[in-house]
């Protein structure tokens, strides 16, 4: 009825736009049809409980999936996380990079774990200015956590090679009780390394055992990590003070600066030497740790 205001010529165009209209109209309902919210909603399914046996490859073959079937969806980011890690997972260095790379376009906002994986793909694929600077931006997240937190105290110290960062915990948690640590970033190529001062309960509790002694007995350690390795520098006792363990932490951190761990090379199709420790290396109060206490 509202065309009859319009003249003839007028109303016909309208008619013929109006058509054009509802046909995108009806395109974009088919679309939504086929990739709604149902849609995301399986796939965040698939992710959070496989019907299969989920490895790398079915991550990768499933986020894929999803990305392509659904471009336009804002979950699409995080499918560009997962779809990131099930590559280095699976060994596909420069798939895992085209993907971070999309999901920082799509507009995600990285953790310090997955920037830090992140710099380790880019490490494999020989783009070493880029694995620095991914690198250096997770342990800036890091550090920012920790500050916008109020959960350290921290520093840092410019030294040889590099820097090493300082961190006096607030209010160490039950548990891991991490109470100091140490993290030396190298200025060029090459993998960050922490010492840390913790409580070691599992191994009170079998010096415990073994001596027939109070198992609940505390125990405080100074550990070294890399991205590979974890090891024991030795007790912490009360005769030691807090200035003769960072003189020390600091010593040792110069020293690894002067011959950082590089990437560690793997066979064609083998998941990428990613950070093993990387939630100690880099411990925030509170957050999952799924390493292996010792």
């Given at each position: 009825?509202?065309?009859?205001?319009?003249?003839?010529?007028?109303?016909?165009?309208?008619?013929?736009?109006?058509?054009?209209?509802?046909?995108?109209?009806?395109?974009?309902?088919?679309a939504?049809?086929a990739?709604?919210?149902?849609?995301?909603?399986?796939?965040?399914?698939?992710?959070?409980?496989?019907?299969?046996?989920?490895s790398p490859?079915?991550?990768?073959?499933?986020?894929?999936?999803?990305?392509?079937?659904?471009?336009?969806?804002?979950e699409?980011r995080?499918?560009?996380?997962v779809?990131?890690?099930?590559?280095?997972?699976?060994g596909r260095?420069?798939?895992?990079?085209?993907h971070?790379?999309?999901?920082?376009?799509?507009?995600?906002?990285?953790?310090?774990?997955?920037?830090?994986?992140?710099?380790?793909?880019?490490?494999?694929?020989?783009?070493?200015?880029?694995?620095?600077?991914?690198?250096?931006?997770?342990?800036s997240?890091?550090?920012?956590k920790?500050?916008?937190?109020?959960?350290?105290?921290?520093?840092?110290?410019?030294?040889?090679?590099?820097?090493i960062?300082?961190?006096?915990?607030a209010?160490?948690e039950?548990?891991?009780s991490?109470?100091?640590l140490?993290?030396?970033v190298?200025?060029?190529a090459?993998?960050p390394?922490?010492?840390?001062?913790r409580?070691?309960?599992?191994?009170?509790a079998?010096?415990?055992?073994?001596?027939?002694?109070?198992?609940?007995?505390?125990?405080?350690?100074?550990e070294?990590?890399?991205?590979?390795?974890?090891?024991?520098?030795?007790?912490?006792?009360?005769?030691?003070?807090?200035a003769?363990?960072?003189?020390?932490?600091?010593?040792?951190?110069?020293?690894?600066?002067?011959?950082?761990?590089?990437?560690?090379?793997?066979?064609?199709?083998e998941?990428?030497?990613?950070?093993l420790s990387?939630?100690?290396?880099?411990?925030?109060?509170?957050?999952?740790?799924?390493?292996?206490?010792?």
């Amino acid at each position: 009825m509202a065309y009859a205001r319009f003249t003839r010529k007028a109303a016909s165009a309208l008619i013929a736009s109006g058509i054009s209209a509802l046909l995108g109209l009806a395109q974009d309902a088919h679309a939504e049809a086929a990739c709604g919210l149902s849609d995301a909603v399986r796939y965040q399914n698939a992710i959070s409980a496989p019907q299969e046996e989920g490895s790398p490859a079915y991550f990768l073959r499933t986020a894929e999936a999803f990305i392509a079937a659904c471009p336009d969806r804002l979950e699409v980011r995080d499918a560009h996380i997962v779809a990131a890690r099930a590559a280095l997972d699976s060994g596909r260095a420069e798939i895992s990079v085209s993907h971070y790379d999309a999901a920082l376009a799509a507009g995600a906002r990285l953790t310090p774990a997955a920037r830090m994986d992140q710099a380790i793909v880019l490490m494999a694929t020989g783009a070493d200015g880029r694995a620095r600077e991914a690198r250096n931006l997770a342990v800036s997240g890091w550090l920012a956590k920790l500050d916008a937190t109020n959960a350290a105290t921290l520093a840092a110290y410019k030294v040889s090679g590099g820097t090493i960062y300082s961190v006096r915990y607030a209010q160490p948690e039950p548990g891991l009780s991490v109470s100091a640590l140490w993290m030396a970033v190298p200025t060029g190529a090459g993998l960050p390394s922490s010492i840390l001062i913790r409580n070691a309960p599992q191994r009170a509790a079998w010096r415990g055992l073994r001596e027939d002694s109070d198992a609940s007995t505390s125990l405080v350690i100074a550990e070294r990590l890399t991205c590979r390795s974890a090891s024991l520098l030795g007790e912490v006792t009360d005769d030691i003070s807090l200035a003769e363990i960072d003189r020390g932490a600091i010593g040792d951190l110069a020293a690894y600066l002067g011959h950082p761990d590089m990437l560690v090379s793997t066979s064609r199709g083998e998941p990428i030497a990613s950070c093993l420790s990387l939630s100690r290396m880099m411990h925030v109060p509170g957050e999952g740790d799924n390493s292996v206490l010792r």
